[in-house]
């Protein structure tokens, strides 16, 4: 069974930073495209950050220039590292990765969840 378990939210301060780790476990051939999402309180789900198993990065425009998204294929890991951070920031963080399976079927999986807040 496949499993992404993310680490490193809390409560940090505005200006403050945060980095947000990711990594897959269970049996699979290989990881495409993950990525970071979040979702405030009354607000819909949306892509922060996403990072393809070659290409390039691509952000969301409110979190370009502070946030970084990166990936460790050894570890089947990806990170968030968010730095300026603002109270706007404040959300429930999903890492999201699309997984090729033994059985060669692809699927999409996310995380649990993780709940970063921006406060002072």
């Known amino acids: 069974q496949v499993q992404l378990v993310e680490s490193g939210g809390g409560l940090v301060q505005p200006g403050g930073s945060l980095r947000l780790s990711c990594a897959a476990s269970?049996?699979?051939?290989?990881?495409?495209?993950m990525a970071w999402y979040r979702q405030a309180p009354g607000k819909q789900r949306e892509l922060v950050a996403a990072?393809?198993?070659?290409?390039?990065?691509n952000y969301a425009d409110s979190v370009q220039g502070r946030f970084t998204i990166s990936r460790d294929n050894a570890k089947n890991t990806v990170y968030l590292q968010m730095n300026s951070l603002k109270p706007e920031d404040t959300a429930v963080y999903y890492c999201?990765?699309?997984?090729?399976?033994?059985?060669?079927?692809?699927?999409?999986?996310w995380g649990q969840g993780t709940q970063v807040t921006v406060s002072s």
């Open positions: 999201n990765a699309v997984i090729r399976l033994t059985s060669l079927s692809t699927f999409n999986y």
């Open positions: 269970g049996r699979f051939s290989s990881i495409y495209t």
């Open positions: 990072i393809p198993s070659g290409g390039n990065t």
